[in-house]
Structure formats: C-alpha cells, structure tokens
C-alpha cells in the first residue's frame, strides 16, 4: 500500500478531529464555487465536479442555504469574491513530489502561506510541471471490503468499468477516468459495493521510498500541515513509507 491510498487512510484516521474545525465548511463551499465557475455549469446532473461538492457537502452537514449561496455566487447572480483554482508543486524531504490543490481570491497570499510551511517543513516549491507527471489525474473511489478479498473486488469491479485497484487494508481504492467517476460509483453501488468515498485525485505513477523513520514523519507533518491552509483544498504525494510507521 503506497502512495494515495495510505495518505488516504491517513486521512480517513484523523478525519473525526477535522470535521470539527471550521476550515471544513469554507473548503468545501469553495469546491462548489470553482466547480460552477470553471464550467459555467451550476446542474449537478451534468457537472460532476459540482455533483461530487455536493454530495460532501451534505455528508459534512454543511447547511442547505451555505451551498446555495454558494451556488448563486459562482453564477454571478450574487457579488462575491472572485475564487480562483490554482495547483502548486512542490518537493518535501526526501524529493517526494506534491501536489497542492487550492482555490483563493488572493494568490500572493495563498503561495506565501503555502512557501512558509514548505520551508518550515523541509520542503520547497518546485518549478510548474516537474512534480506533476509523476502524477495522474483520476477518479478514485473507497469501498468497504465487508467479508469479502481484495481478488474477489477487484474481479467484480474490473467487470463494472473499473480501470485499476489498490489494496488499502479494510478498504480497496478502485480508480477510473474523472468523467466515469458518478457512473461508476452507481455501478458499484448497484452491485451491493460499500461505497465509503469518491472523490477526483493525483494519484502518484512514481514513487519515491521513504525509509527512515524520522524523515516520514517529517513528511507526514508536512502534508497535513499544507493541508490545514484555508485556502488549500487538497494534497497529494508519492511517497512509499513503510505500513509499520503509521502505527
């Protein structure tokens, strides 16, 4: 287990103490702002990136008329700042490329942030396209094993539309092109799956070993650190840090 998937774990670990931080509901309302504005498209139905902030929105109770301000912003048919998308790379301790997901209506501000904590945490800001093809842009989606072996998911999944799978202890991360995001997680569904999450992702194609114990750590505290940025969406990394040190 490498990669997303065990920063995804991670994540999922820590989860309970970040749904009480009042940053949640800001990130995710902006998600919903730059999905509407990036395509001009507020129906959910047919925009699914909108569809995918929603749907976390809810899951984050987040309130019926917060997302519906933030809808009518993104259309123009309210005054509101002007939200923009932006992706930084960078390298962390080690090399280990990341991926920084923010959206800001004030980009001096959000690098400044973002260089601070990069260079506190051992890491710097890396020169636009030499991190991010190490990545590829994706839809992933978590299922619950619930009983049943990773050969027996991946079988079943491959069968649904599935392009590939990585075994993530209780959970199997199943990943497809973004457009095919919603049809597939409807199939899996539809086939009995424990969907848990879906969501669009940098998954790493190259990864770079993480093998002592100090500098995972320090690389770890750096990408949760990036992540507790407003202004920072997401995060993603390549790195291979052994199972037993997440422990």
Known sequence: MSGHSKWSKIKHQ?????????????KILRAIYIAVKESGNADPESNFKLRLA???????????????RALEKAKGSAE??????????????????????AATENKMRTVAEVKNILDRGGGSLAAMGSVIHFFKYCGSISVAKNG?????????????GAEDLEDSGEFVEIYTQPKDLHKLKEALQKTNFTVTHSELVYRPITLVPVEDLGKAKKTLSLL???????????????FDIPDSYLK
């Open 148 to 160: 049943k072996t990773y050969d027996q998911i991946m079988e079943e999944a491959i069968n649904i």
């Open 80 to 101: 509101g700042t002007n939200i923009e998308e932006v992706v930084y790379e960078a390298f962390g301790p080690g090399g280990v490329g990341i991926i920084i997901l």
């Open 54 to 68: 929603i749907e976390k929105a809810r899951e984050a109770n987040v309130p019926k008329e917060n997302i519906e």
């Open 224 to 238: 949760s650190s990036l992540e507790e940025i407003e202004d920072v969406q997401k995060v993603f990394a390549n």
């Open 14 to 26: 820590k989860g309970a103490t970040d749904a009480v931080k009042g940053k949640v509901f800001t």
